[in-house]
């Protein structure tokens, strides 16, 4: 069946640093990516996501590019400040199938 | 526009007693999901309904677990003996009838369960 893998938490990072969370999934087809985030005492809120390959998707200076050759989303962000400081999932679903597939989640803190 | 609620946030109860869970979806919002995401893992599928209807229950992990939208409105998801694996945080998400468009779901901020 479709599986998503992000790489393993805690990430933490100092302010203005680069960032990279690691995701590659497993799925028949054409799925579509997402990359939902968690703050704290808050819900998950869809991030970015891109439908077909070569898609990038970008939302608060965060980006992930469709890449079907390596089938993976990585999610990048340049500069990343305190307020980034969450947990993020990456996950996919199939058009006539709506449930989401989510990877493990990746807990990423930033010190000032 | 209010967002999707959940209730209660928090629940602790023993093992072998009954807890329900409670999901107001976005207001118009014809698809209602559950996921549970256990001990720091992945978030997983439990079901989707369709107003009123389960369109897929490919995720509810076994009959102790019972989902219910009466009118296509709120939902509820009752456990029914309460083991402890069941402990988790318990999502809730909605989002809008679309014909072969993928919709965002919008979710809750969960409801975390602990069984004793």
């Known amino acids: 069946g479709d599986s998503v893998t992000q790489m393993e938490g805690p990430v933490t990072l100092s302010e203005e640093a680069f960032l990279t969370i690691n995701c590659t999934y497993t799925a028949t087809g054409y799925p579509s990516l997402f990359w939902y985030v968690q703050y704290p005492g808050e819900g998950l809120q869809l991030l970015l996501k891109a439908t077909k390959a070569d898609d990038k998707g970008s939302n608060k200076g965060f980006e992930a590019t469709y890449r079907k050759e390596t089938t993976s989303f990585h999610l990048e962000k340049g500069s990343v400040q305190v307020s980034d400081s969450a947990v993020y999932f990456c996950a996919l679903n199939h058009q006539g199938a709506q449930k989401l597939v989510f990877g493990q989640g990746t807990r990423l803190t930033i010190n000032p | 526009e209010a967002g999707v609620t959940q209730f209660p946030s928090h629940s602790v109860i023993e093992k072998g007693q009954t807890v329900t869970l409670r999901c107001d979806p976005i207001s118009g919002h014809d698809n209602l999901y559950w996921y549970r995401r256990v001990m720091g893992k992945e978030i997983k599928f439990l079901l989707h309904?369709?107003?009123?209807?389960?369109?897929?229950e490919s995720g509810m992990p076994n009959n102790r677990f019972l989902a219910e939208r009466t009118g296509g409105t709120y939902s509820t998801l009752k456990v029914q003996p309460a083991e402890l694996e069941d402990s988790g945080v318990y999502f809730c998400?909605?989002?809008?009838?679309?014909?072969?468009?993928?919709?965002?779901?919008?979710f809750g901020p969960g409801t975390r369960l602990l069984v004793l």
């Open positions: 309904f369709v107003k009123e209807s389960k369109q897929d």
């Open positions: 998400a909605s989002s809008q009838s679309g014909t072969g468009v993928i919709e965002t779901q919008y």
